[in-house]
């Protein structure tokens, strides 16, 4: 499959690049899929809830009532859970929500949701650029250029770039990300996706290794 590559206006150039079909599938991974984005989102959760049990807690130990012969139940102290600002029974305790993917796995997401992206032609390239001096304003110049003002969008470069980050970093539609921080949720939560002419190669390399 060979895509031309676009100029910053937006227009078509002479040059071409092709996208070799051996290194991608022909079959569905959804499920996969499922258990990346599934480890993606875990991976976030922080795990530092946590409630007190009745031994945490500072107050009285003192036996409410006796035992027997008063027709109710036994109940010890007033941080029994039973009690209103008593101790939680079975509460929740810090822990990592981190579950374990091979690495073959990742890989093999990432190639069938960029292949899924080539299926349904929202994978765009451009020509490389040099930004001396973040500009917001030219970034939205490109995605104006591209129709993809209002619509969700991915950029991946080859190495990063300070301006580059900084003139996209307040966009609300629009995340920039380099080949190597390249993950399964961002491919999957940006319909489009825009490369630069050097980072189709670094593409390769990384799908190959990882």
């Given at each position: 499959m060979k895509l031309k590559i676009l100029d910053i206006k937006g227009n078509y150039t002479d040059k071409k690049i092709e996208f070799h079909e051996t290194t991608f599938f022909k079959k569905s991974y959804n499920h996969s899929l499922y258990l990346e984005i599934k480890r993606f989102l875990l991976a976030q959760r922080q795990g530092t809830h946590k409630?007190?049990?009745?031994?945490?807690?500072?107050?009285s130990t003192k036996k409410l009532h006796r035992?027997?012969?008063?027709?109710?139940?036994?109940?010890?102290?007033?941080?029994?859970?039973i009690f209103r600002g008593g101790g939680r029974v079975f509460g929740p305790k810090p822990r990592k929500y981190i579950i374990k993917l091979n690495k073959r796995t990742k890989n093999i997401v990432r190639?069938?949701?960029?292949?899924?992206?080539?299926?349904?032609?929202?994978?765009?390239?451009?020509?490389?650029?040099?930004?001396?001096?973040?500009?917001?304003?030219?970034?939205?110049?490109?995605?104006?250029s591209l129709q993809l003002t209002n619509k969700k969008s991915l950029m991946i470069i080859g190495e990063i770039n300070k301006n580059l980050y900084l003139s996209s970093r307040n966009l609300k539609n629009f995340k920039l990300l380099s080949v190597n921080e390249l993950d399964c949720f961002s491919l999957i939560n940006y319909p489009y996706i825009i490369f630069f002419e050097n980072s189709i190669e670094k593409i390769y390399q990384f799908l190959s290794i990882h």
């Open positions: 409630s007190k049990g009745r031994g945490e807690l500072s107050g035992q027997k012969g008063t027709g109710g139940s036994r109940k010890g102290d007033i941080k029994n859970p190639k069938f949701l960029i292949e899924q992206k080539l299926i349904n032609n929202r994978i765009l390239i451009i020509e490389n650029l040099k930004l001396d001096n973040p500009k917001t304003k030219f970034i939205l110049k490109i995605l104006e």
